[in-house]
């Protein structure tokens, strides 16, 4: 991956190559339709407070085609119309796995993402949820800077 991005403390790709190298491989086995992927790690990275990743995931679902008003509205995603039932029990999820010590995962929580996804795409879901968490603490730790995100520079590393 291109090292190039400017971290305040630490470059991990530099120091940590391998282990960055396993966790790149972890998020690229995921199968998960992308614009349910893009939406938790742009929610995950909002709740965590990891301005690298709101950047990156925010041009990434852009780049992809995502809508500014979908992408705008997400973090008040429970009073917005503009997601369906999936989405929002995938949010649900999504909120419930990043604020984990806020009352774990509920019944009605895992109830609702089951009813809306099999159990196949739950699964897929629960490790890019927990994978985009992973990130934004490996991120904001090294104090990787915004702004310098390009979606094709990531594709072509």
């Known amino acids: 991956m291109d090292q190039t991005i ?27 339709e992308p614009t349910l992927r893009h939406l938790v790690k742009l ?10 990743c709101i950047d ?13 008003e979908r992408l705008y509205l ?3 995603w429970r009073e917005s119309p503009v997601y369906d039932d999936r989405e929002r ?7 419930a796995m990043t604020l984990i010590t806020d009352g774990h995962v509920s019944d009605e929580v895992w109830e609702r993402a089951s009813q809306a996804f099999a ?5 897929q879901l629960v490790f890019a949820i927990t994978a985009i968490n992973a990130w934004n603490r490996l991120t904001i730790t090294a104090r ?3 702004g310098h995100y390009r979606p094709a520079a990531r594709e072509a590393a």
């Open 144 to 146: 990787a800077e915004p």
């Open 6 to 32: 400017p971290a305040g403390r630490m470059q991990l790709t530099v120091h940590t190559a391998k282990q960055y190298a396993a966790m790149a491989r972890l998020e690229a086995s995921i199968e998960l």
């Open 43 to 52: 929610r995950a990275s909002q709740i965590n407070g990891c301005a690298f």
């Open 119 to 123: 159990d196949e795409e739950l699964a």
């Open 89 to 95: 029990a995938a949010l649900d999820l999504c909120e």
């Open 74 to 76: 997400l973090d008040a």
């Open 56 to 68: 990156m995931h925010w041009k990434d679902a852009r780049a992809a085609g995502e809508s500014d």
